[in-house]
Nanobody
Framework: VQLQESGPGLVKPSQTLSLTCTVS??????????WSWIRQPPGKGLEWMGA???????YYSPSLKSRASISRNTCKNQITLQLTSVTPEDTAVYYC?????????????????WGQGTQVTVSS
């Protein structure tokens, strides 16, 4: 299974960031996999943002719940993250990752599959 993140490299403050994770080699609807978004701001640690289950159920970090939305397209085998009202503090490398069974972890070793990441800069 391979995960590939994509999206705009530059977003302006107050806009909505939209990222896509394209999965190949396996179905995002396979029980019991969970698909997470994790980010790493420059000079900081990894932050778990949220996840979507094989069933379509979603889970969010309390700190981002009001701004983040994760959805999926099973036909395209893609996971999408939308983050509203972005600020420069949302500048980070954004990763898509997957593991069996739900866990709100940002530890890379806890994931079976991990994407290469995509850089997002929020700036005017």
């Amino acid at each position: 299974v391979q995960l590939q993140e994509s999206g705009p490299g530059l977003v302006k403050p107050s806009q909505t960031l939209s990222l896509t994770c394209t999965v190949s080699g396996g179905s995002i609807a396979t029980n019991p996999y969970y698909w997470s978004w994790i980010r790493q701001p420059p000079g900081k640690g990894l932050e778990w943002m949220g996840a979507i289950a094989w069933s379509g159920s979603t889970y969010y970090s309390p700190s981002l719940k009001s701004r983040a939305s994760i959805s999926r397209n099973t036909c395209k085998n893609q996971i999408t993250l939308q983050l509203t009202s972005v600020t420069p503090e949302d500048t980070a490398v954004y990763y898509c990752a997957s593991r069996e069974y739900y866990r709100d972890t940002s530890n890379r070793d806890d994931y079976r599959y991990w994407g290469q990441g995509t850089q997002v800069t929020v700036s005017s």
